[in-house]
């Protein structure tokens, strides 16, 4: 009804409105005196000393938090991660066990796919976590840990503000198991913690200074019959995300990209007037990859490409490469792509209310599939 969307045109628009809150609700309480505190992990340090291996499964959205947390937990804690989608993990025999930390990401905690790999973890002895939108769901309690975002209730099917919530648990669970194995100095572990705090503030400076620009535009595109989307490190899976949320609400053919693959194939799609969201790291925090993502713009541009390209305040390199910019603050390169993302899910909400789609129900999909 229009009283539970609180004014919002939709339950969409109002969970990424909830965005910020949905970080700083999922941080709430565990960081105290710069440390990262999770009680519901209490007694699991000789298991997070001693890991040497962690899955990560999962579908849609949250196998794409997957991916992004990946980095992070490789970063700090130097632990391999691999991602796989549950329904893949879960019949191809895989290979965990005692030493194995599978980690199973899902807003519901009812997905069936999720929830038997899960199962199936178990099963060969595997330690499991469950990172859950949903209190006292089936997943977490099937798992023997489980650390809760707290987004609060998402509705709309397509998964906005716990995108974001899943990212930051990764996070602080990443930061936690490195404090107990020792891979990160006082010092790193404090710049994590005050880049992890910033984040609310700054997802809220994309809603309030980019939001209306960006639905301005995706009104211009409401034609478009293609999107593609590139990114790099991080931003690879934010890349991923982007053409989900665009497929999933607007129904339009979209392709996410690492940039570096470009060459290898998908160079080929670029037609003129082909649009391609472009998500551009850091030039000071990531000069290298900056310059990598600019000669990728630079190829894609010469073949007629139009470049939209998702960059930080600061960076005025970007400038002459591309078509449009959509600004977003600085952030270290772990945590640009949550703010990266917003954008993303400005656009694909816009474009689908422009097309006149319902952007809460989309058509074939349902929030929690409990069916393998
Ligand atoms: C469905 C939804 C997606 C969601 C996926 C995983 O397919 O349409 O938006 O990302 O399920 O859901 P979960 O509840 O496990 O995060």
Redesign the pocket.
């Known amino acids: 009804s229009a009283a539970e969307k609180g004014g919002w045109s939709s339950f969409m628009a109002k969970e990424v409105a909830e965005e910020p809150e949905a970080v700083a609700n999922t941080m709430r309480g565990r960081v105290q005196d710069g440390q990262i505190v999770i009680p519901e992990l209490d007694g699991m340090d000789e298991l997070f000393a001693g890991v040497s291996r962690i899955v990560i499964v999962?579908?849609?959205?949250?196998?794409y938090a997957g991916l992004v947390g990946k980095y992070a937990i490789e970063q700090w804690t130097r632990i391999p991660v691999e991602v796989e989608l549950a329904h893949e993990f879960r019949y191809r025999d895989p290979i965990v066990g005692p030493d194995t930390l599978v980690i199973s990401?899902?807003?519901?905690?009812?997905?069936m796919d999720?929830l038997m790999a899960v199962k199936e973890a178990a099963r060969l002895g595997a330690k499991t976590l469950s990172i859950c939108?949903t209190q006292g769901a089936t997943?977490p309690r099937e798992s023997d840990a489980i650390v809760y975002t707290h987004a609060g209730p998402e509705v709309a099917?397509?998964?906005t503000k716990?995108f974001v919530a899943q990212i930051t648990a990764l996070y602080l669970f990443a930061l936690h198991v490195a404090r107990i194995r020792g891979t990160l100095s006082p010092e790193t572990q404090a710049e994590q913690i005050a880049e992890l705090s910033a984040l609310p503030a700054k997802i809220q400076w994309v809603l309030d200074n980019e939001q209306e620009r960006i639905e301005q535009f995706a009104h211009w595109m409401a034609d478009t019959r293609s999107v593609l989307f590139l990114g790099r490190h991080v931003g690879y899976p934010i890349a991923l995300e982007g053409a989900l949320k665009l497929k999933?609400l607007s129904y339009i053919h979209a392709e996410g990209f690492a940039a570096g693959e470009l060459k290898h194939g998908p160079i080929a799609l670029i037609e003129p007037g082909q649009p391609v969201f472009v998500i551009v790291p850091s030039p000071s925090d990531s000069p290298v990859l900056h310059s990598k993502v600019v000669s990728n713009i630079q190829e894609i541009r010469a073949r007629g490409a139009r470049v939209i390209a998702i960059a930080e305040t600061g960076d005025a390199a970007v400038l002459p490469h591309a078509d449009e910019v959509l600004r977003v603050p600085l952030a270290a390169p772990l945590f640009a792509p949550i703010l990266a993302v917003v954008p993303l899910h400005i656009f694909a909400m816009g474009l689908a209310n422009a097309k006149g789609l319902d952007v809460d129900q989309p058509r074939n999909?349902?929030?929690?599939?409990t069916v393998e």
């Not at 999962?58 to 196998?63: C, D, I, N, S, V």
């Not at 999909?365 to 599939?369: E, G, H, Q, R």
Request: no cysteine; glycine share 8%; aromatic share 0%.
């Open positions: 999962a579908a849609g959205t949250a196998a990401i899902s807003q519901s905690g009812e997905t999720t939108n997943i099917v397509a998964s716990a999933e999909l349902a929030k929690s599939v």
